[in-house]
Nanobody, 116 residues
Framework: DVQLQASGGGLVQAGGSLRLSCKAS????????IGWFRQAPGKKREGISC????????TYADSVKGRFTMSRGNARRKVYLEMNGLQPDDSAVYYC?????????WGQGTLVTVSS
């Protein structure tokens, strides 16, 4: 079974940093792009970054560009999201995601809370 397990969330002050991890299992990890999404209370889930399967290239939403860095470690079957310059608007549950054979899989989410 495909499983994604996110971790690393917590409470941080504005301007601080956190590093999220997502451990994947149940599929050929290096064959798929992996994404990070987030969902704040009362808001839609939004995609914030993605790392390709082929060359590890990354894309970012404008809201996090220049502050967040995503990477992948294929040997460890993990993706990471380094978040710097965190602001209260970044507070959300963060999810990792993979689409395999037309089906979406989500991790359980990790909560990030940024205090002002």
């Amino acid at each position: 079974d495909v499983q994604l397990q996110a971790s690393g969330g917590g409470l941080v002050q504005a301007g601080g940093s956190l590093r999220l991890s997502c451990k994947a299992s149940g599929f050929t990890f290096d064959g798929y792009a992996i994404g990070w999404f987030r969902q704040a209370p009362g808001k839609k889930r939004e995609g914030i970054s993605c790392v390709s399967s082929s060359d590890g290239s990354t894309t970012y939403a404008d809201s996090v560009k220049g502050r967040f860095t995503m990477s992948r470690g294929n040997a460890r079957r993990k993706v990471y999201l380094e978040m710097n310059g965190l602001q209260p608007d970044d507070s959300a549950v963060y999810y990792c995601h993979v689409r395999q054979r037309g089906r979406d899989y989500w991790g359980q989410g990790t909560l990030v809370t940024v205090s002002s």
